[in-house]
């Protein structure tokens, strides 16, 4: 562990196994609280699925995990680090860019638009982060594409452009471009609600290995099934807050707070 880390770990007590470590967390925008006070423990090697109304903050919560948006308050500390800081004595200093990028490129996120390269082909998405940002040799990043192209069952597009493929290989696409990074946990926002309903399986059926080959994931969702089978917990969101978590299992069949238990029946 490095020092960072350690001293880290140490002053906020993260546990020894935590990938993603949320205290408190507030946001607000303007005179708008969105984020009020909330909590997350990720331990490595689980999945923590997030559902709640639209407007809870599900997404805004996400976007602070790789500070795309900065806290108005609290902390979060990903495998022991701050992302967008370094935590000097008792001071918080902003990452400059270079470095805010290296940290943010362990942590890969997947959006309900794809957000794939357009003018670049498949293997070019692929290829373009780890070439340019980690430096990696063309021909070893392509060996790599193309493994992982195989591994989300896409072997055969390597040289397909984005708009010849459906929005369920885009979405594949963007999963294996996100892996390319070797990101240490993936943040997925709704990843398959932009899908025809046809091809949610083919996206959710990727993220189910990529569960099980032991990756960290947080996924924002309302897919209730899969939560319940490849999630680890459930949190469940609303106005700002965590209004209940726990096993998904449980949760779903037996909710604790009316709040939830009206959500679920809506998209149940
Ligand atoms: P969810 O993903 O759960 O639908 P969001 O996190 O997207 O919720 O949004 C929560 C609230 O924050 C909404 O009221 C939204 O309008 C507001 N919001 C999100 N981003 C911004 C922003 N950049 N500026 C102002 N308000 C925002
Ligand atoms: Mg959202």
Known sequence: MSEARKMNADR????????????????TFGALEVLKGVDLDVPKGSVACIIGPSGSGKSTFLRCMNHLEKLTGGIIL????????????????????????????????????????????????LIQAPVQVRGTHVEQAKEEAAALLA???????EAAYPRQLSGGQQQRV?????????PKV????????????ELVGEVLGAMRDLAESGMTMVVVTHEIAFAREIGDQLVFMDQGQIVER??????INDPQSP???EFLSRVL
């Open 12 to 27: 906020f007590g993260v546990p020894a196994e935590s990938m993603i470590f949320a205290r408190n967390v507030r946001k």
């Open 78 to 125: 990903v495998d022991g680090d701050f992302v967008g800081y370094d935590l000097v004595g008792d001071k918080l200093y902003e990452l400059r860019e270079n470095q805010l990028c290296r940290r943010r490129a362990e942590i890969g996120m997947l959006f309900q638009s794809f957000n794939l390269f357009s003018h670049m082909t498949v293997m070019e998405n």
């Open 151 to 157: 591994r989300v069952g896409l072997s055969d597009k």
């Open 174 to 182: 963007a999963i294996a471009r996100a892996l390319a990074m070797k």
């Open 186 to 197: 993936l943040l997925f926002d709704e990843p398959t609600s932009a899908l025809d309903p």
């Open 246 to 251: 726990g096993n998904p299992r449980e949760m």
């Open 259 to 261: 709040r939830t238990r």
